[in-house]
């Protein structure tokens, strides 16, 4: 790439400095010219107890034991 070109690129910025001045933050939603937009819940509701460690991946969740208990004959639940 000829040093030309690299100078050129050093001047793009990765954002629009202008941006401060036309969005506006809340605590719940971001508004810009266009509207008003409310931020999405990235936590996923999962219930207490899973039945296998697949649907615990990204989690630190609690989880039902099925093949303990069968194997030693004991008759409650392991979590």
């Known amino acids: ?38 931020f999405a819940s990235i936590i996923k509701e999962q219930p207490k107890i899973l039945n296998s460690m697949l649907e615990a991946i990204g989690n630190t969740p609690l989880v039902k034991l099925n093949r303990i208990p069968e194997e030693y004959g004991i008759e409650c639940n392991i979590c």
């Open 1 to 38: 790439m000829p040093a030309s070109q690299i100078e050129e690129m050093s001047d793009i910025k990765p954002w629009d400095p202008q941006a401060k001045e036309l969005i506006k933050w809340h605590e719940d939603e971001v508004e810009d010219n266009f509207g008003h937009y409310k």
